[in-house]
């Protein structure tokens, strides 16, 4: 059973309990991400990610370290464009541990200068790893192309420049802005002692601030071309070609989840049968989708030999192509449908998994979306509407290609970004 509560201060609280297992999982959701920041201290939300596990005003970055993993506990956080998330999976009976070292951190993070410098260095290895991961950068190239200069186009981890000029009186300021009152939501699932745990909570987390949530600034529409060419001596060609969807409030995204899976969402899908089964053009194909606030972006992504490079691209434009004008079959949907709720359902069975999906659906659309309503909008998903999402998506003007690899003919590729 899901339970709902508010704090005084306007903190929200969402608890399950799963009697069956031994475990509990916590976050600590905070309503800031990439796309929060101004443009000269991009990368913020992310930083302050990172030195909250540094250490707080009465115990070091070790100490907090020592104290979950010391009762067989796991520890860790995450920044997205709209999000920031500290979470602790630990042994049901060590519950009161996780939510007194969650909201210490939360509340008081040291941000010592020292280990801001340290950090930084740290942010810096980061940010030159995935740049050094093609599979990984061609995506950031593609959010450049379709939301240009603006913050969700732009790196979560932030770039060296803004990173190098965050300093403490940027933190603390930015800190106290955001982790207050209406902008965190506690999400909880497990054993929960028969309630116990739900009696301490306000103990720990009434110490925050009450405050507002904040707001970030609106998607523009903006263009600075639909291809992003990066020449680079790898042994494969990386793309990621795609455009802009449906945000997570549109009832378009379950045709959308759908059209996904029967393009490339499996080893059953269109993609995979016509580029690797059949022609032999990639090793791995993959279609997907991101969902914000008031957007969204689809994506097939896949790498392949330079030779094959402008082959594979043309295959997935024709596919794209056959789906944007011709209905899918019938047992195609069918099996589309059946593979999504199965997932969803895998999906849930961890008490992790479960707090990931209760405590971001509360924080980012303001209430719990229960999987039972998905699967039940998933299934009622038909064949015209799936069709009806490809064409209003899958047009020329809407069609974005990034790419990192050695290949000097921009215009031939240029030549390919066509459906008809």
Not at 108 to 127: G, M, T, Y
Request: a positive charge.
């Amino acid at each position: 059973m899901i339970k709902e509560k508010e704090l005084k201060n306007g903190i929200k609280v969402i608890t399950q309990n799963v009697p069956s297992v031994q475990s509990v999982a916590i976050g600590v959701w905070i309503g800031v991400g990439s796309r929060y920041e101004h443009r000269k201290v991009s990368g913020i939300s992310h930083f302050l990610e990172h030195l909250l596990f540094k250490g707080t005003k009465k115990r070091s970055g070790e100490r907090l370290k020592q104290l979950i993993e010391g009762v067989g506990g796991s520890f860790n956080g995450f920044t997205s464009e709209e999000a920031t998330c500290y979470l602790v999976k630990i042994l049901d009976k060590y519950s009161t541990l996780g939510l007194d070292v969650l909201s210490d951190m939360v509340a008081s993070p040291k941000l010592a200068k020292d280990d801001i410098e340290k950090e930084r260095s740290v942010i810096f290895e980061e940010i030159k790893m995935y740049k050094d991961l093609p599979n990984r950068y061609v995506q950031e190239l593609f959010g450049e192309l379709l939301w240009p200069g603006q913050p969700l186009g732009r790196n979560i981890a932030g770039e060296m420049e803004t990173v190098s000029s965050i300093s403490q009186k940027d933190l603390f300021p930015f800190h106290k802005d955001y982790y207050r009152g209406e902008n965190i939501v506690v999400s909880i699932c497990g054993n929960l002692r028969k309630g116990r745990i739900e009696n301490e909570i306000e103990d720990y987390f009434s110490l925050l601030p009450a405050g507002k949530k904040r707001k970030f600034s609106p998607i523009l529409k903006k263009e600075k071309g639909r291809l992003k060419v990066l020449y680079k001596k790898t042994e494969q060609v990386h793309i990621c070609l795609g455009g802009k969807a449906f945000s997570y409030f549109s009832e378009d995204r379950f045709p959308l989840s759908l059209l996904s899976v029967i393009l490339g969402g499996n080893m059953s899908s269109r993609l995979f049968r016509e580029v690797r089964e059949k022609r032999g053009l990639a090793y791995e194909i993959h279609s997907g989708g991101e969902e914000f606030y008031d957007t969204g972006a689809f994506t097939i992504s896949a790498g392949t030999s330079p030779k094959l490079a402008y082959d594979l691209i043309k295959v997935i434009i024709e596919e794209i192509g056959k789906i944007r004008e011709k209905a899918v079959h019938g047992n195609e949907l069918k099996r589309a449908k059946e593979f999504l709720v199965g997932q969803l359902i895998l999906h849930l069975e961890d008490s992790e998994t479960q707090m990931l999906f209760l405590g971001g659906s509360k924080l980012r659309k303001g209430k719990i979306e229960k999987p039972s309503e998905i699967i039940k909008k998933i299934k009622k998903v038909e064949k015209d509407e799936i069709r009806k999402v490809a064409k209003e998506l899958f047009t020329n003007k809407n069609l974005y290609l990034a790419l990192i690899g050695p290949l000097r003919n921009r215009d031939k590729v240029e030549s390919l970004l066509r459906y008809d």
